[in-house]
C-alpha cells in the first residue's frame, strides 16, 4: 500500500515538473479472446501503478516507466467513440503530460495486396503473389471512416464476389464531416526503422495449420500459386493504412473497395496491387482529438502512429461457380473457428506489441 502511494507521487511528481510522457494506447481488456491487448505492455513495465480512477471515460489506465522512459498505458475500449471520449480525459485531465500517442491492436487485413479476384472482370489477381500472414503489422498514422459514403441496395444486382458495393461519394466532408486523418509520418518512420530489429516468432502449430490450409484452398480455387511465408513482416503507411468501422464487415467486394479507400489516402505512387486494407474499429476517434489545436502539446501538434497487428483474414477463401465467377467457402467448424480467431488475435497481439516495444528498447540503447 505505502509503495504504491509512493509510485502515485511520484507519478504526480513528474507530471507537475512537466517530465514528458508517452501514451500507448489499445482497445480491448480481454473481453474479446482472453487476452487484453495491453498485455506484453504491462508485462514490461517498472514502478506500475494503477490511475483508472483518475480516468473515468477510459477502461482501464496504468503509469510506469518502459525501458527507462515514461510511459501511460491505457485501455480506451473498442470503438471510436469510447477512443475518442479516453483521449479527450486524458489530455484534460493531465494537459501538456502526452508528447506522443502510439495506438496498438489487432485488425482484420486484406488477404493478400491487391486482392485474390479482380471486380469487374472476376478474373485471378496473379499480378502479385505475396500473401498476407496473421501476425503482419501495419505502421500507419494514416486513417479513414469507411462509413463515409453513399450505398445503394439494387434489387436486381448479382450475388457475386466479383460486384463492388454499389457505393459513391466517400469523404464527402460537406455531408458527413470529416471522415480521414493524416497524422506527420515522422513517428511511424521511426516505428518502422526499430522494427528493422524484430525477430518474429513464427505463428504456433495450431495457427499455422489453419493459415496453410486457408492458402491450400485458395490456390486450390484459383489456380494461382502464392508465395507463403512462416514470418510476419512489417508493413508502412505507402502499403496499408486503417479504415475504421463498427461494422464487422467479411467478403471479397467490402475488401476491394476498402483497398480503393485506402489508396486514395495513401500518399505517393502506390497502385491497387500494392494495399492492404486494416479494418479496425478506433482511429478515426482518437485521431480526431488528437489533431484539433487544443490537444497540441507547447503549441505543436502531438505525433501519432496506428500500429495493427494481422489477426484475421477479410474474407473466406474463394472457389469458381461456373466460368465467370466465384464464391466464398464455409471451409471451418464453428469450433475450429473460435479457436482460429483466439490464435490469429493472440499472436496478433503479440507481434505488435514486439514492434511497440522496439521502439523503446532501441531509445534506450541510444541513449
Same mark, same amino acid.
Given at each position: 500500500m505505502h509503495r504504491t502511494i509512493l509510485i502515485l507521487s511520484t507519478f504526480m511528481v513528474m507530471y507537475t515538473m512537466g517530465i514528458n510522457y508517452s501514451l500507448i494506447m489499445t482497445a480491448d481488456p480481454g473481453k474479446y479472446t482472453g487476452l487484453p491487448e495491453n498485455y506484453y505492455l504491462i508485462q514490461k513495465l517498472e514502478n506500475a501503478v494503477n490511475i483508472t480512477n483518475r480516468l473515468p471515460y477510459c477502461v482501464d489506465a496504468t503509469s510506469g516507466i518502459l525501458y527507462g522512459q515514461p510511459v501511460l498505458v491505457v485501455t480506451t475500449g473498442i470503438g471510436h467513440d469510447n477512443a475518442a471520449m479516453c483521449t479527450e480525459n486524458i489530455l484534460t485531465q493531465y494537459p501538456q503530460l502526452v508528447n506522443e500517442a502510439f495506438y496498438l491492436g489487432t485488425s482484420g487485413f486484406s488477404v493478400r495486396p491487391g486482392g485474390v479476384v479482380n471486380a469487374p472482370d472476376c478474373k485471378p489477381n496473379s499480378v502479385r503473389r505475396d500473401i498476407t500472414l496473421l501476425g503482419d503489422v501495419c505502421v500507419s498514422p494514416l486513417s479513414t471512416n469507411i462509413a463515409c459514403r453513399f450505398c445503394d441496395w439494387k434489387r436486381d444486382a448479382p450475388n457475386t464476389v466479383c460486384q463492388l458495393p454499389n457505393c459513391w461519394g466517400h469523404?464527402?466532408?460537406e455531408v458527413f464531416g470529416q471522415c480521414s486523418f493524416k497524422g506527420d509520418t515522422k513517428l511511424a518512420d521511426e516505428v518502422l526503422k526499430a522494427a528493422n530489429n524484430v525477430k518474429f516468432d513464427p505463428p504456433n502449430q495450431v495457427l499455422s495449420s489453419f493459415i496453410n490450409k486457408y492458402w491450400a484452398l485458395q490456390t486450390n480455387g484459383t489456380g494461382v500459386a502464392y508465395n507463403t511465408r512462416s514470418q510476419?513482416? #512489417? =508493413? $508502412?503507411?505507402n502499403n496499408c493504412s486503417e479504415a475504421s468501422t463498427y461494422t464487422l464487415w467479411? $467478403?471479397?467486394p467490402d475488401d476491394a473497395l476498402c483497398r480503393q479507400y485506402i489508396q486514395q489516402l495513401t500518399p505517393g505512387e502506390a497502385s491497387i496491387e500494392d494495399i492492404t486494407?486494416?479494418?479496425a474499429m478506433?482511429? #478515426?476517434g482518437w485521431m480526431a482529438v488528437l489533431q484539433r489545436p487544443s490537444s497540441w502539446k507547447n503549441g505543436a501538434p502531438i505525433p501519432w502512429t496506428n500500429i495493427r497487428g494481422a489477426s484475421d483474414y477479410a474474407h473466406k477463401p #474463394?472457389?469458381?461457380l461456373g466460368s465467370s465467377d466465384w464464391q466464398e467457402i464455409d471451409? =471451418?467448424?464453428p469450433a475450429d473457428q473460435k479457436r482460429m480467431l483466439d490464435e490469429g488475435y493472440h499472436y496478433a497481439i503479440a507481434t505488435a506489441s514486439q514492434v511497440v516495444l522496439s521502439v523503446?528498447?532501441?531509445r534506450q540503447k541510444i541513449n
Open positions: 469523404d464527402s466532408d510476419p513482416k #512489417v =508493413l $508502412g503507411y467479411s $467478403g471479397v486494407c486494416v479494418s478506433e482511429a #478515426v #474463394v472457389f469458381p471451409w =471451418l467448424s523503446f528498447s532501441q
